[in-house]
């Protein structure tokens, strides 16, 4: 038992099912981000615990308490929305203390955990201001504040960031990350954005059609992903996927590539289970970080293959440069030090290190696990 | 799963105020309007003359007579006159009040000077009841005192203008008020359309070497489409219920000039004893207006979804 | 009013522009053309009316017309102007539309942000139930409002004009909450407010204009109206616009055309003034009465 469970949950509109028992469990304190494409469920799963939409089967439980049913005001929950929500008509100070006031505080008690909000978000100088004359960053703090002066067992964030630039949504993360770490609460996110979900989380749920692909910490989200939607989905720029076939070298298992020009190059693999998929074709995932020039190659792995390719474009990004080649019949780009001899048109060795690669199963796009 | 049963009594009451609030504006609409409704179509099949429901011998009765009073209905030239001053004012009023409005739109979106103060004059009668507008125009047009009588005092003594005292002519007089009253509220539609094109769009135009003319004929009129069906469903709605204007202004007359089957249903339901008759007639425009909105706000409806 | 100006790209030449303008005032003047008559003919004598002086300014201006036409003419039995029936349209109006307007703003808030299953059917009904041609009610309605001992009284006008008139101002509220932030109200029902806390602490503080549009929509047409008037309260109960119409009708003795005139204007004043004062939302609501949706 969590502290927050998720069990065998579903929620259909009709004959439509568009959440599939999903079954999560956040311990306490515990941040964790539901992410995935627009659709894919995650905003449902979050108004399900907000108690905002009913739940058709399966339980959600707050400290073991069953809240099917239960009304959201009920829930000791908080929320945090994509538009922030601020009741137009009244001040920020109002804004806050709503919640305290339809729950029955009194009145000096509302003012002191207002003042003590405002303080720990510092906005104690918009208090008297109404939503409409606040910039997008106030009005974030200020959804946080009402949020936070509820003190509540659960934060709920929807996406509260996509409304911000992307400066201030950089800056605000961190806000949101360091407001974790002072008060302990525990959280569930929504977010479509893979950074803010890798940055933020303990805990993520990646989420496509209606199904958690994958639950896990954010590193084995990244580096064991579960399928390849996960792959794909988290990290920027997504992992490269790269037809392959296993072929036993010296009784070791390799993928065996096709460079540019048709010819083959074998990359050997670190898990040796994959022998004995040996004559079957499989994709291959390879992140561009991992494919470097031998300089830049991680000196603490001890799988690095190396392959001479033809660059095809080169696309300099300030801290890196970006090369792309064509591997497998398909574009694969490779992540280099921007201070990297890379010309296009040029051939080059770049060093891959194939202790972070990983296999899929063409058929079922699940990796194959060693 | 006991889990869906478990809601607290604050929670399912909430879930039923929102029913609660609306079901009696819900009941009013079906019982006012629905239930009457099918209860003048009832009345229609019964042979009922007056109110309480009294019918031919004095009784109080509700005797389902089948389709007679429809076929009375049919073979009264009294409605046959009034369906065609239906034709007649319908076909005149929606034509001219959008061909006007149209035409004040596209010249008010010229940049014209004090276009706010032209709109708050060509909208004003919208706002004024069909009674005074017909009494206004009446006394404007009656030959007497009005048009005619003004000319010739001006000097212009072979001046005739006599329409709304000739059978052959009164409706037009009709169409005259209306057109007068509601053809700055089409203007307004048209102007609301023109105003919500993309400015983009004409600029593109223009550089394609479109002449104004071309320019309207060829990008502006096609894309108000939506606005020349509002303007339609709502002009021949408020053709079919044309009742006040034509009570103040003739009165239905001169004869059955200017009877329409608003004034039709009154006469034969409150005046000449006949409310079968009456409630045919009734059912017959309630078809007819049905026939334009439910398609119409269907679409919209469902476009809204 | 409603329709912003906007920078066109459509440039005329000067002679056209000319014939525009002409066009454009001449349709004014027709326009202004009834007010004008109503205005001038109210403040002069019948004599220079019926001796072909109607378009003509008074020779001798007076306000005796004015005063007949309000409190001595002959309208009913007795000959009492149009005062008692400007006071029975007015405690016909003022509940009628006052009630028509709060039932309409929580249908609108029912109907967008708690939505169920059938909702646009529902709403489907009530609009359609402003369009329907009102012969149809009529029969029906005599009989209820007769057994109901509400025929011919305020009252029953005020049933009546809530009744037709809720479809309309459903149709406002929906609308405007439809772009209402439902967010707003989830954030409100997280902060533990209920059904009627958030209609009264969060949606209607925000929705003065489309209150002042419905309000001035519902106004405008239940005191215009005539023919609920004409068939349930022709009596000492009948509205101005009745009272007004046998006025102007009544075949005894000479016909004061300056009274009749006199008396329009006095019909027309409530909404002329609505309109002048607010016009723009007037205006509003005629658009969203007519381009639904």
Known sequence: MGFLDIDNTTKSYGAVEVLHKVDISVEEGKFLVLVGPSGCGKSTLLNMIAGLEDITSGEIRIKDVVMNGVHPSKRNIAMVFQSYALYPN?????????????????????????HD?????????????????????????????????????????????????????????????????????????????????????TRIAVMNGGYVQQLGTPQE????????????????????????????????????VALHDGSLAELPFSQDNLAAWEGRDILLGIRPETITDEDAADRKSSNIAHLTNRIVVTEPAGSDTFVSMTLGGKDVIARMRSDAEVRPGADFTFAVNMEKAVAFDPASKNRIVP | MSARTEADFQTRLQNWLPKLVLSPSLAMVLIFVYGFILFTVYVSFTDSRILPFVNNDGQRTLELIGFSNYEKLFSLSHWEISLWNMATFAGLYIGICTCLGLGLAIFLDQKIRAEGALRTIYLYPMALSFIVTGTAWKWFLDPGIGLENVMQSWGWTSFEFDWIKNRDYAIYTVVLAAVWQTSGFVMA???????????????????DGASNWNLYRRIIIPQLRPAFLSAFVILSHLAIKTFDLVIALTGGGPGRATELPATFMYSYTFSRNQMGIGASSAVIMLMTIAAIMIPYLYAELREKK | MSVAMQDTAIRTGRAVRVLIY???????????????????????????ITGGGMM?????????????????????????????????????????????????????????????????????????????PFQIVLIPMAAVLGFLGLAGTASGLVLVHVVYGIGFSTLYFRNYYAVFPTELVRAAQIDGASFFKIFWRILLPSSGPIAVVCIIWQFTNIWNDFLFGASFASGDGAPMTVALNNLVQSSTGVKEYNVHFAGAILAALPTLLVYIVAGRYFVRGLMAGSVKG
Not at chain 1, 233 to 251: E, K
Not at chain 3, 98 to 125: C, E, H, P, Q
């Open chain 1, 90 to 114: 009244m001040t920020v100070g109002q804004n806050i203390t709503f919640g305290l006031e339809m729950h029955g505080t009194p009145k000096a008690e509302r003012e002191k955990a207002m």
């Open chain 1, 221 to 256: 989200i990244y580096d064991t992903p579960a399928n390849i939607f996960v792959a794909t989905f988290m990290g920027s720029p997504a992992m490269n996927v790269v037809p392959a076939t296993v072929r036993l070298a010296n009784g070791r298992p390799v993928a065996e």
């Open chain 1, 117 to 201: 909000v405002a303080k720990l978000l510092q906005i104690e100088q918009l208090l008297d201001r109404k939503p409409g004359a606040l910039s997008g960053g106030q009005r974030q703090r200020v959804a946080m504040g009402r949020a936070l002066v509820r003190n509540p067992d659960v934060f709920l964030f929807d996406e509260p960031l996509s409304n911000l630039d992307a400066k201030l949504r950089v800056d605000m993360r961190t806000e949101i990350k360091k407001l974790h770490q002072n008060l302990g609460t525990t959280i569930v996110y929504v977010t479509h954005d893979q950074i803010e979900a890798m940055t933020l989380s």
């Open chain 2, 189 to 207: 539609m048209f102007l609301a359309g023109l105003r919500g094109i993309d400015n983009e769009i004409l600029k593109a135009a223009q550089m």
């Open chain 3, 22 to 48: 002409l066009f454009l005032l001449l349709f004014a003047l027709f326009y202004l053309l009834p007010l004008y008559v109503m205005l001038v003919n109210s403040v002069k004598p019948l004599s220079e």
């Open chain 3, 56 to 132: 003509a300014l008074p020779e001798v201006w007076t306000i005796e017309p004015w005063l007949k036409a309000w409190s001595t003419a002959q309208i009913g039995v007795e000959p009492t102007g149009l005062k008692p029936y400007f006071w029975n349209s007015i405690s016909m109006v003022v509940p009628a539309v006052a009630i028509s307007t709060i039932l309409g703003a929580l249908n609108g808030y029912v109907l967008t942000k708690w939505r169920f299953r059938y909702d646009t059917i529902l709403f489907g009904l009530m609009l359609f139930a402003c369009f329907i």
